[in-house]
């Protein structure tokens, strides 16, 4: 006679597969359900146990940079550079880079293995406009364009000279070395300004929408059509689609790239240079835009293009034939007008730049950021690049101070400053003191495991300060909480912020940097941020069950049969393939899989073809 529920399905198949079949309710506490089978348990001697066991967590991750020296089960987790830029939401994956955070203001990253305030900027004293503001470098002299007038200045701050240019408002401008030329509106008017007191009309191109002085060639259009103007005009390329408008020009090691396009198609083309230098080639395509992806300029440094478009920037490389390769989008929240190259760094138009710093009540802070949007620079590092070869890392740079809305229309290097121009702004330079305030949030960890984890303290280090130093957490997307405020003066270097035991899953840290009261040009530096946890344990159950593996079993005064080889066959696969399964006792069900086992043979069986005795099967819940 067959004891119990029987279950024929091969145990060789999944556990999504295997079905197990309830107990009777009539069976006694010590018949157990193993995988949908019935077995009796010899609870003589208490052999039959169920004990707990700790479930401890385990980091998925291949970098083991931050578990080494530290007490057993507790987590590190620690920054100590931020060089390689902002853009990265989670902070300890196994393909994220290791100094690279999620999104900053007021920041400077670009030291390694610290970062600090960067510079306040001062307001030129050009009055607010809506019409485009440009600016050019003339010899030794800064030249804001805007509507008809030019404004000559020898420093900053500074009281310009002015001069009135044409009749129509400026739409594009540059510089010659010698001479500052400007496009008007409507006419197409082109001027060229020697100085600050002398300006003549040039030349006239109805339909111009940008200038571009170029391997010491002067271009323009008129509309689809691409001309040399430097001396007598001449046409270079019509382009056949006669909606298409070109925008933008720059530099290349052996081309000029032109951009333009029209509707949500946009491309550059590269013009030659004819041999001798008498002229240019008609241009050819060296790269498309995706699609939707709109151009609004172009810039080169170092050998390197740069496409600013409605949905950021794209940096490109030119191959031999001069074609280009374009990097990944360095995204912004505004179309991009405008780039300045110096050292290893690129300057690009950031017109909307989130500065909201969030915090409920009076504090330390307000005041401090903006409550809405802010508008400045972007700063790229061509010495350190990110997700691809051609992607460098990136931050945000420069504040216009007090203003909220506006294209950042150009940027300069003049007396070795950044010099920015904001459409209905004015102009802002840097000066040598610290922005008020700045802020990295170094985006989400969690250890590399989802489970809980109990936050036991984060650590921040810095040089001997000056200023203040702020340390906010947020744990699973509830929104940050300070946990830390320092304006230590002197030689403490460091100090350490209790977390309260609080639970989380994920976690991100914020650093606030304040600067100093009474020096403006000074604030602090931070060098290293580190948190520390402890797996969130829990309990698990462990059963040693005592399967009476005998030939005949009497259960409640019922005879029942069974072949013990197999099923001392049935309990070893069990632990041998691992496989999960339903263990059943009292009307309970758990997962399990089985870890262990003690066979101990007592007599043969009375057909003499195997043992019969007690199977000790010991299995283990899964949480």
């Not at 100590?80 to 100094?99: E, F, I, M, T, V």
């Not at 007008?337 to 050292?343: K, T």
Request: net charge negative; with cysteine; charged share 20%.
């Amino acid at each position: 006679m067959v004891f119990g529920p029987e279950v024929t399905d091969d145990l060789d198949e999944p556990y999504s597969q295997r079905v197990s079949a309830p107990l009777p309710p009539t069976m006694p506490p010590t018949t157990v359900g193993v995988d949908g089978r019935a077995y009796l348990l010899d609870t003589s001697e208490n052999k039959y146990r169920r004990v707990g066991v700790e479930v401890l967590q385990q980091r998925n991750t291949n970098d083991n940079r931050d578990l080494l020296l530290l007490p057993q089960n507790v987590w590190r987790q620690s920054i100590n550079s931020w060089h390689q830029g902002a853009g990265q939401s989670n902070l300890d994956r196994d393909n994220a880079l290791p100094y690279r955070y999620s999104r900053s203001y007021g920041i400077n990253p670009w030291e390694w293995w610290e970062i600090s305030l960067l510079k306040e900027t001062a307001d030129l004293g050009i009055s607010p406009n809506l019409d485009p503001l440009f600016l050019v470098i003339n010899g030794d002299h800064l030249v804001a364009c805007q509507t008809t007038t030019t404004l000559w200045y020898e420093d900053t701050p500074d009281t310009p000279v002015s001069l009135t240019v044409g009749t129509t408002a400026i739409i594009d401008a540059v510089s010659d070395g010698d001479n500052v030329i400007t496009l008007h509106e409507t006419n197409g008017n082109v001027y060229k300004s020697l100085n600050e007191t002398t300006t003549a009309l040039y030349q006239s191109h109805v339909g111009a929408t940008f200038i571009g002085y170029n391997k010491d060639y002067l271009i323009t259009n008129e509309a689809n059509v691409l001309w040399n103007i430097t001396g007598t005009p001449a046409m270079i390329y019509t382009h056949p689609n006669t909606g298409f408008r070109w925008v933008d020009a720059c530099d290349g090691d052996s081309a000029i790239y032109v951009l333009g396009g029209s509707g949500d198609q946009w491309v550059i083309h590269r013009v030659g240079i004819m041999q001798d230098g008498t002229g240019l080639i008609p241009p050819i395509v060296a790269a498309a835009l995706p699609d939707g992806e709109i151009g609004y300029s172009i810039g080169s440094y170092l050998g390197f293009i740069f496409i600013g478009t409605n949905k950021g920037v794209r940096m490109a490389a030119a191959d031999a034939n001069g074609d280009l390769t374009l990097g990944a989008i360095i995204p912004t929240s505004a179309p991009v007008y405008c780039f300045e190259g110096q050292d290893k760094f690129v300057w690009y138009g950031n017109s909307v730049m989130d500065g909201v710093y969030p915090y409920l009540g009076e504090d330390v802070t307000t005041g401090v950021f903006p409550t809405g949007n802010a508008v400045g620079l972007g700063r790229m590092d061509l010495s350190t690049f990110t997700v691809t070869a051609l992607t460098p890392a990136y931050a945000n740079d420069l504040v216009a101070t007090g203003v909220t809305i506006g294209a950042t229309r150009s940027v300069v290097t003049f007396h070795d400053k950044r010099v920015f121009s904001i459409d209905n702004g004015g102009v802002f330079y840097e000066t040598d003191n610290c922005m008020p305030g700045g802020w990295v949030e170094g985006g989400v960890l969690s250890f590399s495991v989802e489970d809980n984890k109990t936050a036991l303290y984060m650590q921040g280090k810095w040089q001997p300060l000056e200023g203040s130093v702020l340390m906010d957490m947020s744990f699973d997307s509830t929104g940050f909480t300070r946990y830390g405020e320092f304006e230590v003066q002197g030689s403490i270097k460091s100090d350490n912020v209790s977390l309260n035991g609080t639970v989380f899953s994920r976690a991100e840290p914020r650093i606030v940097l304040l600067r100093q009261e009474d020096d403006l040009d000074c604030g602090p530096v931070f060098t290293r941020w580190e948190l520390r946890a402890r797996a969130a344990r829990g309990k698990a159950s462990r059963w040693f069950l005592p399967i009476v593996n005998h030939e005949t079993l009497d259960i409640l005064g019922v005879q029942y049969n069974r072949n013990p080889l197999d099923e001392y066959d049935r309990l070893m696969e069990l632990v041998e393939s691992g496989v999960m399964f339903l263990y059943q006792e009292n009307r309970r069900s758990y997962q399990c899989t089985a870890v262990d086992f003690e066979w101990v043979p007592q007599t043969i069986t009375q057909s003499g073809n195997a043992w019969e005795g007690v199977y000790t099967l010991v299995i283990e819940e899964v949480t």
